[in-house]
């Protein structure tokens, strides 16, 4: 079974930081196009970050030189790694990927997330919570 569990979210003060995980399962995870996406409450979902292989392809603005995107391949396993957080990073936080061997598509922004129309396998999402 394709799928992607998602771990360590929770709360923590700005300033702080928090590291969430995706494990994957069922897939070709060393050649999988990995990708964070976000959603706080009442806002649209918007695409964090994105990995192939070692390789970050798209990093949104807003967390550019606060958040690290990395993979562990041994335990199929893509990290969002988050240093100095600010009550904005609050959301629901999903990682995603495209189903083999249909594709996908990374949009940069989603109306809701999940959204299987364009990608084909998400985590059940982790709240992070950043209080002032």
């Known amino acids: 079974e394709v799928q992607l569990v998602e771990s360590g979210g929770g709360s923590v003060q700005a300033g702080g930081s928090l590291r969430i995980s995706c494990t994957a399962s069922?897939?070709?995870?060393?050649?999988?196009?990995m990708g964070w996406y976000r959603q706080a409450p009442g806002s649209q979902c918007d695409l964090v970050s994105t990995?192939?292989?070692?390789?970050?392809?798209y990093s949104l603005d807003s967390v550019k030189g606060r958040f690290t995107v990395s993979r562990d391949k041994a335990k199929n396993t893509v990290y969002l790694q988050m240093n100095n957080l600010k009550p904005e990073d609050t959301a629901v936080y999903y990682c995603?990927?495209?189903?083999?061997?249909?594709?996908?598509?990374?949009?940069?922004?989603?109306?809701?997330?999940?959204?299987?129309?364009?990608?084909?396998?998400w985590g059940q999402g982790t709240l992070v919570t950043v209080s002032s």
């Open positions: 990995l192939r292989r070692t390789a970050v392809t």
């Open positions: 069922g897939f070709d995870f060393d050649e999988a196009l």
């Open positions: 995603a990927t495209r189903r083999p061997p249909v594709g996908g598509t990374f949009y940069p922004t989603l109306s809701q997330c999940p959204a299987y129309e364009y990608l084909g396998v």
